[in-house]
């Protein structure tokens, strides 16, 4: 279906949350209505006129079931438990606006609605990119307390994007370079160690996913050495024009030198939040089996109370009251949904990264003219940052990283179910092929008649709104105006 709005729905449904400065905390309402009910009405408008696909697909199957689910489960345990309706809603709307942006990206869009979608969403993470550190420097202050506004929300996944540029599609330009320049010196800026270690992982991911055998490994290997050599150099540079930064460097690497028990208060408050979670979510026997539920409150486990001495008095240590998504993802799903309704989030997200990786690496060595092999090669990077992210946060505190994690995971499960069954399809002919060269020539006795086809031959994947769009195609083949394989759609040849 041909709609002329299409473009401007995207990206309405992507940029406005680009500006959602304060996430699930915001005490303005006003704001939350502006930036987050034009983007659900946006979404909404792209799923009317979203094609369908024709056929099932065991991975969207399991992926949208796991999905609905944790939001489901989420309803019933809020009626179980009882919670504040207002928090739950705070922390349950980047959810289900990652919901809406999986259902908008797991559809047979054709190539331009793929290349616009993706276009939205890239522009719209360096939109974010470049609010967050204006708006966090804009506030004023020293560099300890400013360093935890300017990181983007989606810092991670426009980094995994670049990456899947330059060691994935071997692309670079001289924008896509500034960008990650940029990156890097707002990395540094932040004196945030999870961001670094977020930002190896994903370049360690990105060479695996380039390298589908041993000797292309090496290859990729000595090219993200030179790149890690290039950025150290660039990093120690840094150190050296910016002392003050490299001093803050020093100290959050020797903090807890500093400490009377001797460990980083940073990591024992994340895991005093982890343990007191955990022990409420097995206290009994349902909330062990739906959780405590989302917005529920959290505090500190009493156990690490020695372990922050000199950094939290007793009283103030037994204040602290949370209610707002936990740091930790993974311990945080169980903490809110349980073993039932807990953990289907997590497992959907880890196998579609698995899957989906897997296959990367063998069609990008057995076919790589496979239309969609870029955007599932893209998604794949984008959602890699979701677990990166976890090292520091929760990635799903945030509404608009709820809807880029949420249409990258769409584009996943999407790209892998054409690919594959393109893939089938390629093979089923294949076999055709060889099997009709062992017949006898056409009239011969037992030969087949010209006009009779196998009625067992495999059925098109995806309805195509018109025969020269028709999906699972190798590049060349039916599109006359398709770009060269692991073409970018979304950066400038700058």
Known sequence: MRNKFAVVWMWLFLLPLAFDFKGAETASKAIQILLTVPSMAAGC????IAPRFARRSRMRTLVTSLFLLTMLGSVATQVLQ???SGNYMRVILPFLLMLLGYFV?????D?????????AMYWSMIASLVFSFGFGMATGGSLESVRFRI???TFLCLQGLLLHEFVVAKRITKFTVLIFLATIVIELLSVTRSLLV???????YATWLAAPSLKHLFTAGLRAVMILTLLGAMAAASAAFFPAVAEHWVQRMSFAKDTESGRDPTTITRLAEMKDQYDQAMSSTLSTIVGMGYGHDYRYSPSYLPDLAGQFSKKDFYAIKEWAAGHNFWVYQFFAGGLLFGLALPIAILWALWRGSMAYRSWRHRAPDALYLPVLGRALLVVAALPATSIGGNPLGNRFSGVVFGVALGLLVASYARIAHAMRMRAAETAAQQARGRRPARGAPGGMPPDMRPHDEPVPEILPTHGASAPGLPAGQGRHHEPPPGASSFAPNA
Not at 111 to 118: C, G, H, K, W
Not at 198 to 204: H, M, W, Y
Request: with cysteine; charged share 15%.
């Open 45 to 48: 408008l792209l799923l009317l």
């Open 82 to 84: 009882g919670n504040d």
């Open 105 to 109: 990206g797991c559809r047979p869009w």
């Open 111 to 119: 190539s331009q609605r793929l290349a616009q979608i993706e276009r």
């Open 151 to 153: 990181v983007s929300v």
């Open 198 to 204: 977020g930002t190896v992982l994903l370049f360690a």
